[in-house]
Nanobody, 119 residues
């Protein structure tokens, strides 16, 4: 069983900062990607940032230059540093972890953490 847990969400004023954390535990092996996605009310879930083996990172255009994704050496924790947040960053933020076991690939999601940015 795999558990993905996000933390660090909350209410922040526009222009402020927030740091989200993701913790992966359980039967999880050979992680090859960790990422953050978000879903605003009435919108589809969208990619925010991902980090792959080799530390290749990709950001959505909406957050590039403001958000930074990082992870720990064991590929069990991921972080999202959010700077200069804007009201349009308001959403539920989900952590996503992809790993391999043998020839199979698996994707796991956390339950999300709410981020609300006030203007």
């Amino acid at each position: 069983q795999v558990q993905i847990a996000e933390s660090g969400g909350g209410l922040v004023q526009a222009g402020g900062s927030l740091r989200l954390s993701c913790s992966a535990s359980g039967s999880i092996f050979a992680v090859y990607q960790m990422g953050w996605y978000r879903q605003a009310p009435g919108q589809q879930r969208e990619l925010v940032a991902i980090i792959d083996r080799g530390d290749f990172v990709r950001y959505s255009d909406a957050v590039k230059g403001r958000f930074t994704i990082s992870r720990d050496d064991n590929w069990r924790k991921a972080y999202l540093q959010m700077n200069k947040v804007q009201p349009e960053d308001t959403a539920i933020y989900y952590c996503n972890v992809k790993h391999r076991l043998g020839d199979n690939e698996y994707t796991h999601w956390g339950r999300g953490t709410q981020v609300t940015v006030s203007s």
